[in-house]
């Protein structure tokens, strides 16, 4: 099974800050790579899919990038609405295994 | 809208069972594989089964293979969770999610339901 380890495990930033967050992938996966955003009490809502596109209505301060094994997720201007977890998840093959989550405080 | 809208969580004893329910609605339900992702309190998201549209292809995560059951109902635009020999381990808010193929012919998991929660305790 394709194990996914985000660094960091959480994140103290700021409003305005540049935040980077992580994934590594335990074998290549191609791009096969997505991220989500989860508040609490909600579902998770996907921000980045194939490791780069955008995901339509996501605001474009979020960008990911990374093919293989290294993947990241750059939030440009960190605005109040985005403190929250942030997951990364292969789709290359199933299991489709989640990152541990990073939390954005 | 699109939606999904789980049910059927609940209490259950350890050893117990349970089915959960997840009702989709403003799209086509048969074009799309369907997943369940669970989450228990304070922790993670776990994958824990996915199955294809026509049925054909159906996988699930190690810690529930042999215990759970996937299925759907393609008229009925329904998902389905057949949950047994239920363990304190499994409690947790479990999700459905579709699975949309984007172009590199992968997935992700684009629309997902609010969860309904599932508490194995004596």
């Known amino acids: 099974d394709i194990q996914m380890t985000q660094s960091p495990s959480s994140l103290s930033a700021s409003v305005g800050d540049r935040v980077t967050i992580t994934c590594r992938a335990t074998?290549?996966?191609?791009?096969?790579l997505n991220w989500y955003q989860q508040k609490p009490g909600q579902a998770p809502k996907v921000l980045i899919y194939?490791?780069?596109s955008l995901q339509r209505g996501v605001p474009p301060r979020f960008s990911g990038s990374g093919s293989g094994t290294d993947f990241t997720l750059t939030i440009s201007s960190l605005q109040p609405d985005d403190f929250a977890t942030y997951y990364c998840?292969?789709?290359?093959?199933?299991?489709?295994?989640f990152g541990q989550g990073t939390n954005l405080e | 809208d699109v939606q999904l809208v789980e049910s059927g969580g609940g209490l259950v004893k350890p050893g117990g069972s349970l089915r959960l329910s997840c009702a989709a609605s403003?799209?086509?339900?048969?074009?799309?594989?369907m997943t369940w992702v669970r989450q228990a309190p304070g922790k993670g998201l776990e994958w824990v089964s996915s199955?294809?549209?026509?049925?054909?292809?159906?996988y699930y995560a190690d810690s529930v293979k042999g215990r759970f059951t996937i299925s759907r109902d393609n008229a009925k635009r329904s998902l389905y969770l057949q949950m047994s020999s239920l363990r304190a381990e499994d409690t947790a808010k479990y999700y459905c999610?579709?699975?949309?193929?984007?172009?590199?012919?992968?997935?992700?998991?684009?629309?997902w339901g609010q969860g309904t929660m599932v508490t194995v305790s004596s």
């Open positions: 074998q290549p996966i191609d791009t096969f």
């Open positions: 999610a579709r699975m949309r193929i984007v172009p590199s012919g992968t997935g992700v998991f684009d629309i």
């Open positions: 199955i294809s549209t026509s049925s054909g292809y159906i």
């Open positions: 194939s490791a780069s």
């Open positions: 998840q292969q789709s290359y093959s199933p299991p489709y295994t």
């Open positions: 403003a799209f086509t339900f048969s074009d799309y594989t």
